[in-house]
């Protein structure tokens, strides 16, 4: 997500709790800065970012963990300042020790949209739209959850959401 934003004029950074990603990613983007960090408890004055992109980072958290995660991404945000969620859409927890082959054992924490949507809403955000998907064939299969919110003082009503 970060080249794709950087590509299209963005200024972008990139923050991940495992310092090998941090490098990989360094590696791959010589021109983004990449920083080791937990999205818990970033190192970070607040409203610093005019925008986050969360892709398939709430999934590794537990879910006691999920609303505060989410207030301190609102504390790091500018006013008005949008928040982009994608999930994994299920219930219960998936774990495995084969990701893309590798040896690599992962714990995933799988949600509903309407659960992350009041988790979002909790946490103090306005929620713009939420989309959802069917899984592609290569992807693992499970339903795709896609949360546009912005960092507001009131909550949106229902009208403002469209879910698919």
């Not at 945000?77 to 999930?87: E, K, N, V």
């Not at 495995?96 to 659960?115: R, Y």
């Not at 955000?125 to 899984?135: G, I, K, L």
Request: net charge negative.
């Amino acid at each position: 997500m970060a080249r794709y934003l950087k590509d299209r004029g963005m200024e972008v950074c990139g923050v991940d709790l495992s310092a090998t990603m941090v490098q990989c990613a360094t590696q791959r983007n010589p021109d983004i800065p990449f920083s080791q960090g937990d999205m818990r408890a970033l190192a970070c004055p607040p409203a610093l970012f005019a925008g986050i992109v969360a892709f398939y980072s709430l999934i590794h958290l537990q879910r006691p963990e999920v609303l505060p995660t989410l207030q301190e991404l609102y504390r790091v945000l500018h006013a008005h300042a949008p928040l982009l969620l994608a999930l994994h859409g299920g219930t219960g927890e998936v774990h495995t020790e084969n990701w893309f082959g590798q040896g690599v054992s992962i714990d995933a924490t799988l949600f509903t949209a309407e659960e992350m949507t009041g988790c979002v809403y909790e946490a103090g955000f306005q929620v713009e739209q939420v989309a959802e998907r069917d899984p592609y064939p290569f992807e693992y299969q499970s339903r795709r959850i896609y949360i546009l919110g912005s960092k507001g003082e009131a909550q949106a009503d229902d009208s403002t959401r469209s879910t698919r």
